[in-house]
């Protein structure tokens, strides 16, 4: 899915969303959050169910409830992981036109960072930045993700169930040692999301140095809008 919390690695999930110095998209958002039910159902009996590596699933239920965190109301949902084999808490909402979430960079579920995952109403060109900075190992880090709508309207096929009006959405990281100049490839995360049903498959390939790597794909494989 989004699978926008799988715990690849701390440094991997704020790589998926962040840069220093010059202030992204997630750093300019208005005072309010609306509803997010445009990108996906917020409504309690809503699901999604994902399979992914290693023979791990998880599911993401939509609550129905709201959710204050950092000043915004946000759509609560929960992730069960298989993979962790716990319950995650998920906050999504809509902010100036763009679709956002929260992620959390520690585990703890206080120190949380606002994302863009996506434009309203998206188009081919369509572009977005995240900034941030992260502290691994003692170590702070600039971290940057440019993100862009690469394709709509598409018919594709995920575990065997085909979907209509679909766009890829391709984010580039990169990240750099706090105060050096440059910034270097981390590798792209690929996601896939179908109008009326939300994100259906993402791809991570994440390459860090000589220090870290890994490769990770998740797909929807069955999902239940409510009424």
């Known amino acids: 899915m989004i699978n926008f919390t799988k715990s690849i690695a701390v440094i991997t999930i704020a790589g998926l969303l962040f840069v220093g110095c010059k202030k992204g998209d997630n ?10 039910s445009s990108f996906m159902s917020t409504k ?20 129905g409830k709201d959710s204050m965190k950092m000043g915004l109301s946000y759509n609560y949902y929960t992730l ?4 962790l084999n716990t319950t995650i808490p998920e906050y999504f909402g809509k ?9 959390d960079l520690d585990g703890s579920q206080t120190n949380y960072m606002n994302v863009v995952v996506c434009k309203e109403n998206a188009k081919v060109g369509d572009t977005w930045q995240n900034t941030g900075d992260i502290t691994y190992s003692g170590i702070k880090f600039d971290l940057l993700t440019e ?25 580039k990281l990169k990240g750099k040692i706090h105060l050096t100049p440059t910034y270097v490839n981390c590798g792209d995360v690929t996601m896939w999301y179908a109008k009326d049903v939300g994100i259906i498959k993402s791809n991570f390939d994440i390459s860090i140095s ?8 998740d797909s929807l494989i069955d999902y239940h809008i409510a009424p």
């Open 95 to 103: 902010n100036n036109g763009m679709f956002i979430m929260l992620v």
């Open 80 to 83: 069960n992981d298989t993979f």
């Open 27 to 36: 750093e300019k958002l208005g005072d309010t959050n609306e509803q997010v």
């Open 210 to 217: 000589s220090f870290y790597s890994n490769k990770y794909q």
């Open 44 to 63: 309690q009996g809503s699901w999604w169910l994902y399979h992914g590596k290693s023979n791990t699933f998880s599911l993401r239920e939509a609550t």
């Open 147 to 171: 993100g862009e709508v690469i394709a709509t309207g598409e018919t594709i096929t995920v575990a065997g169930k085909e979907y209509k009006d679909v766009a890829t959405l391709k984010s």
